[in-house]
T-cell receptor
Framework: KQEVTQIPAALSVPEGENLVLNCSFT??????LQWFRQDPGKGLTSLLL?????REQTSGRLNASLDKSSGRSTLYIAASQPGDSATYLC??????????FGTGTSLTVIP | GAGVSQTPSNKVTEKGKYVELRCDPI?????LYWYRQSLGQGPEFLIY????????DSGLPNDRFFAVRPEGSVSTLKIQRTERGDSAVYLC??????????????FGAGSRLTVL
């Protein structure tokens, strides 16, 4: 079974700061890793998908990296804004094609 | 459909009752997943279908939970003799299936179940 861990559990930063969210996984035989955003009381929105052959993926102010050998992925958010406040979740597949999630990082960006 | 559709969006029931939650995945997506999310937690894997068959049901917490996908499209999650601890948001997701690195999990908005 794939075990996914996210640290920190919560993060509070002033507006404009750059920040990094961390995701680690135990089974490195993955074919991709996905990052999601979840607003309170809402469903999950896909942010970035990194395929196993890639090391980075970028979308606007977001950059996700993947290091399979160390079982780690990071989500970098540049120039944070209050609208970035949400819970960020990562998901990694297990060998049977199930996807397992971390418990998320709750981000608060203070205006 | 254009997205993953889940009904009902909210369900309030009494302890001991039977509940059905429905998921309509993106058209053409062969893989379908059910998750359960409690407050402050990440989604917990319940069951995964590839086509009509349950490829992995190891996440179902006990035999009160059952899911079907008879025609390889719409899926129904069934909960018998509901307990207060079953209260959570039940999320459904679908992908194109297979072990493709490009498979993006697309989620529905969820069904919030409250057992009184």
């Amino acid at each position: 079974k794939q075990e996914v861990t996210q640290i920190p559990a919560a993060l509070s930063v002033p507006e404009g700061e750059n920040l990094v969210l961390n995701c680690s996984f135990t089974d490195s035989a993955i074919y991709n890793l996905q990052w999601f955003r979840q607003d309170p009381g809402k469903g999950l929105t896909s942010l970035l998908l990194i395929q196993s052959s890639q090391r980075e993926q970028t979308s606007g102010r977001l950059n996700a990296s993947l290091d399979k050998s160390s079982g780690r992925s990071t989500l970098y958010i540049a120039a944070s804004q209050p609208g970035d406040s949400a819970t960020y979740l990562c998901a990694a597949p297990a060998p049977g094609n199930q996807f397992y999630f971390g418990t998320g990082t709750s981000l608060t960006v203070i205006p | 459909g254009a997205g993953v559709s889940q009904t009902p969006s909210n369900k309030v029931t009494e302890k001991g009752k039977y509940v059905e939650l429905r998921c309509d995945p993106i058209s053409g997506h062969t893989a379908l997943y059910w998750y359960r999310q409690s407050l402050g937690q990440g989604p917990e894997f319940l069951i995964y279908f590839q086509g009509t068959g349950a490829a992995d049901d190891s996440g179902l917490p006990n035999d009160r939970f059952f899911a079907v996908r008879p025609e390889g499209s719409v899926s129904t999650l069934k909960i018998q003799r509901t307990e207060r601890g079953d209260s959570a948001v039940y999320l459904c997701a679908s992908t194109q299936g297979g072990f493709s690195g490009a498979n993006v999990l697309t989620f529905g908005a969820g069904s919030r179940l409250t057992v009184l």
